[in-house]
């Protein structure tokens, strides 16, 4: 057995674990009218940014979020060995399409929203086993790109359920290394794929939520710690009801989260923004990561986050054809050394 | 085998009970209030429109109906377009999908977002990907009762 393996699940990463040495945001202009709206680096005017489409403007988000990343950390592009991304859109378009513009070795990864953690345990790793000195972590996605996608044309007067959430418009990066200032990134907790059956698609917390009690769940009982050993348990976007259902479920395994736990679906609106049950998307985790609870680390105000994105692993056509969506949960340990 | 996934559909049987008890109602009682005061409103317009082409254009009941039909597509086309039929139709619900305003907010809106992915393949192929279903079974259905109209009614 691998002597950096932990339990079933885990990497413990020990000999020279990852630093998040930079890190940068982007959002949308809803976003930037939101309770985060101080952390974030910069807040677009509107949906289309000058761009011709969503789509376009989702990309140069990704792009100027990673240029924006690098500059912090006064890297260029031939610094970094792998650009690791995701996105929403079929076949992960903005991912790629940045990746061209950017020049750096690239593995695109289509985890839904859990894309911002996948990335990084991706990315840990192999600076930990020397694989790579510096390895950048974008993700994104945008509400009219993903809406079109999912849902309907925006124009279209419908009403959405109360369960329903809303999609980040934004992009987050962190760029970690081998070498420099910042948190570490200790162990990495691999989800499994978790459906209880869950179908309704306006209804995603619920059916990514017992995803992301399964990989807590998981590491906890790989590396023998328990919610006491974090300053914040954090999930991507749950969502009002998700984050209950995950409290409710984790309760059932023996542990009590709720005293220290977040989704960041609920954190980056206000309820009277009207997104219902919250946030979703894979900017979701990565802009209140980047953008929020690392710079809560910086201040020293929180020292020990376990990081959990959660995904929902199904698509247009899965879903009219009747089938359950299945859920995903990565983690991440990110503690403050020394 | 099969126990084992007995057991997993009891967890899962459980698990969606309690998630859907989780998740509030849709509020049914106002929004079938707003769905018939928005809804009523616009057939009330409708019958404005109708009446004073009647009265004031002397148009006979067809071409009343027809001018009423083309004028509320007109508005609600224009709506969509201004982006503030959508923000009626999060209040109204029903009522401002049934009447046909609902019908051409549903063709301008594809129109609208597919427009980047050009006028064939974008506009062309994708203006009737929501109201297509009502078209086919529409017309379907007319069909259906023009061919019992025709054979079984006097």
Not at chain 1, 16 to 32: D, H, L, Q, T, Y
Not at chain 1, 268 to 297: N, P, T
Request: glycine share 10%; charged share 20%; aromatic share 8%.
């Amino acid at each position: 057995m691998s002597k950096h393996r932990m339990g079933g699940q885990t990497l413990y990463l020990t000999q020279n674990p990852p630093k998040i040495i930079s890190r940068a945001s982007i959002v949308g202009k809803k976003e930037g009218e939101g309770p985060l709206a101080e952390y974030f680096d910069k807040i677009i005017e509107d949906d289309l940014w000058g761009e011709k489409s969503w789509e376009k403007a989702e990309r140069r988000m990704f792009i100027e979020t990673a240029e924006l990343t690098l500059r912090k950390a006064k890297m260029e592009p031939r610094d970094i060995n792998y650009l690791f991304g995701g996105d929403l859109l079929d076949q992960i378009v903005t991912a790629t399409f940045a990746a061209r513009s950017l020049g750096i070795p690239f593995y695109g990864l289509y985890g839904a929203c859990s894309s911002m953690t996948q990335t990084m345990s991706l990315a840990a790793p192999l600076i930990d086993g020397g694989y790579a000195d510096n390895v950048l972590c974008v993700t994104s996605s945008h509400f009219c790109s993903a809406e079109r996608q999912f849902r309907y044309p925006l124009e279209m007067g419908v009403q959405r359920p109360p369960t329903a959430q809303w999609t980040v418009t934004g992009a987050g990066g962190v760029l970690l290394s081998s070498d420099g200032k910042g948190p570490c990134i200790t162990h990495v907790t691999t989800g499994k794929v978790i459906d209880f059956g869950i179908k309704d698609t306006n209804y995603m917390g619920a059916a990514m939520a017992p995803a992301a009690a399964d990989t807590i769940r998981a590491h906890f009982e790989d590396t023998g710690r328990g919610p006491n050993d974090y300053d914040l348990i954090v999930t991507g976007d749950l969502a009002k009801y998700g984050r209950k259902l995950t409290i409710d479920l984790l309760k059932k395994d023996g542990y009590d989260i709720e005293d220290r736990f977040i989704d960041c679906g609920c954190e980056i609106f206000y309820e009277s923004q009207d997104v219902h049950a919250g946030a979703s998307g894979c900017a979701c985790s990565a802009v209140v990561l980047a953008g929020y609870l690392l710079r809560k680390m910086e201040d020293g105000e929180i020292n020990r986050i376990l990081m959990a994105s959660t995904g929902a692993l199904h698509s247009i056509i899965t879903s009219q054809q009747g089938d359950s969506i299945p859920g995903i949960a990565h983690v991440v340990a990110i503690e403050k050394k020394g | 085998m099969d126990s084992l996934d007995l057991k997993q559909k009891k967890i899962n049987k459980e698990y969606q009970d309690y998630a859907n008890s989780l998740s509030p109602k849709s509020k049914v009682f106002k929004n079938c209030m707003m769905a018939f005061i928005v809804g009523g409103l616009i057939c009330t317009i409708g019958q404005l429109i109708n009446n004073l082409a009647k009265i004031y254009y002397g148009m006979n009941k067809e071409e009343a109906s027809t001018i009423t039909s083309i004028t509320l597509i007109f508005i609600a086309a224009l709506l969509t377009g201004l982006g503030l039929y959508e923000k009626i139709g999060k209040r109204a619900g029903a009522g401002s999908i049934v009447p046909i305003t609902g019908f051409s907010n549903s063709i301008v809106a594809p129109a609208m977002e597919h427009k980047r992915e050009g006028y064939v393949l974008g506009v062309g192929a994708k203006l009737f990907s929501i109201a297509g279903p009502v078209l086919v079974y529409g017309i379907s259905t007319s069909v259906i009762v023009g061919l019992i109209n025709c054979f079984f009614v006097k």
